[in-house]
């Protein structure tokens, strides 16, 4: 007799698909708009009262970099405030990505403008009123700092507080490349490494005996997992070269205690789901408004680094070529900038499929249960949110998409799920 569970799911449920960070995102945005804003009065009104054109003109240039600030700023107060808005059908997640695709643009024309300006200048050199320009460049580079410092934080999302690497050595004998997270337990038989890896899908657990040579015995052995909702489950191992394996998959997430009962002695430890940065096995976080507003003071402050150089150099040996130089280095190291943030931003707002590896996990438990999973779309709907549709045919006439949902909906980052069940024909012979 084949039984399913079937797990109710919530229905009514909201479309708020922001990133963690959002909030404090939006508050150190409008903080760099402040200080910007009131170096750009600092300077338009002193270059006013002293004379200095140079002044008024880096002046105008920190009003530009405050109106790029603006878009990060507006966009997250918008996303904010029309979080619950139902004319927004999958939320405001990505209006972020709207936001950094248009910075990118508006950085794209900056280093075009540094380009031709330099270029221009490198044709027909200009005098330089150096003892202006370099005080101004370095005003211009501490503002940039304070604004990288304000800015500073998960920008672009965050991958394992632990290394990859650990037992590295027993990886490569084993013939895998890394393990997800490992948490290490003093026995009185030795430290072991007890890991969840996840190289192959679905994941399993891995024991192996910190010292070289010591092989370990699947025999009274077991791992015991208990998560936040009290849930239990029992793993048993097989031996494998070098290392003991569990028999049984470990379902997601993989937030949970461990009692490894050993020799009748019990020994804890606890695991915790990680957040992964993008390309890894978990979910892409990155907040691409905050990386737009980012690039534009780091961008800023490489062409201040590099205007105080050319300026410097140029005032010591006459080098009047190094000024115009610094600024088509610049405009390149903008550029690649601009192009990086431009497609993946792009790439988001065109619904490409951005994260194979949860479309993956779909696969394997549609797989597991015995059914064919005929069409799949997964996309992103914000930081660290994603959406899928499914649909399913299943022998199981009993399952319906409350199983599925039920399922799946572990996932990490998996935030909105629509799933269609059809029972699978079967002819009598």
Not at 110 to 129: D, F, K, N, S, T
Not at 230 to 247: D, M, N
Not at 366 to 381: E, Q, S, Y
Request: aromatic share 8%; glycine share 8%; hydrophobic share 45%.
């Amino acid at each position: 007799m084949n039984e399913s569970y079937e797990a109710p799911f919530e229905l009514d449920h909201d479309h708020v698909f922001l990133g963690e960070g959002h909030d404090k995102n939006e508050r150190k945005t409008w903080a760099v708009i402040a200080l910007c804003s009131a170096m750009m009065i600092a300077e338009i009104i002193g270059g006013s009262l002293f004379g200095s054109l140079a002044l008024v003109a880096d002046g105008l240039h920190m009003s530009t970099h405050a109106g790029a600030m603006l878009i990060a700023a507006l966009a997250y107060t918008y996303a904010r405030k029309h979080a619950n808005d139902p004319r927004f059908v999958f939320g405001t997640g990505k209006l972020g990505d709207l936001a950094g695709f248009t910075s990118a643009i508006i950085l794209a024309m900056i280093a075009l403008l540094i380009g031709y300006e330099a270029v221009a200048r490198l044709l027909a050199p200009v005098p330089i009123h150096f003892t202006e320009a370099i005080p101004i460049a370095v005003i211009g580079l501490l503002v940039n700092i304070a604004s990288v410092w304000l800015l500073s934080g998960d920008h672009h999302g965050h991958s394992h507080g632990h290394d990859h690497r650990h037992g590295r050595h027993h990886d490569e004998e084993a013939g895998h490349d890394h393990d997800e997270e490992v948490q290490h337990i003093a026995t009185k038989f030795g430290v072991l490494a007890l890991s969840i890896f996840e190289e192959r899908s679905p994941p399993v657990f891995r024991l192996r005996s910190e010292a070289k040579g010591d092989d370990l015995s699947a025999q009274n052995l077991t791992v015991t997992t208990t998560r936040p909702d009290g849930a239990k489950q029992v793993f048993e191992f097989a031996q494998k070269s070098g290392f003991l394996e569990s028999t049984t998959d470990i379902p997601e997430p993989h937030t949970f205690k461990v009692a490894l009962l050993l020799d009748h002695v019990i020994y804890t430890a606890d695991f915790a789901e990680h957040g992964h940065g993008h390309g890894d096995h978990g979910v892409d976080s990155r907040d691409h408004n905050m990386r737009a507003a980012y690039i534009h003071v780091i961008a800023d402050a490489a062409v201040s680094v590099l205007a105080i150089i050319g300026l410097l150099l140029a005032k010591t040996f006459g080098w009047l070529w190094m000024d115009p130089l610094a600024g088509i280095v610049g405009a390149l190291v903008i550029a690649n900038w601009s192009y990086g943030l431009m497609r993946d931003t792009g790439k988001i707002l065109m619904d490409i499929s951005p994260d194979d590896a949860i479309a993956d996990k779909v696969r394997t438990v549609v797989d597991k249960a015995g059914d064919k999973l005929v069409d799949l779309h997964v996309w992103r709907l914000g930081p660290g949110h994603f959406g899928a549709v499914i649909s399913v045919v299943t022998p199981e006439p009993q399952r319906g998409p409350a199983y599925y949902h039920s399922i799946l909906q572990r996932f990490k980052g998996l935030s909105h799920i629509t799933v269609e069940v059809h029972a699978q024909r079967r002819l009598d012979l």
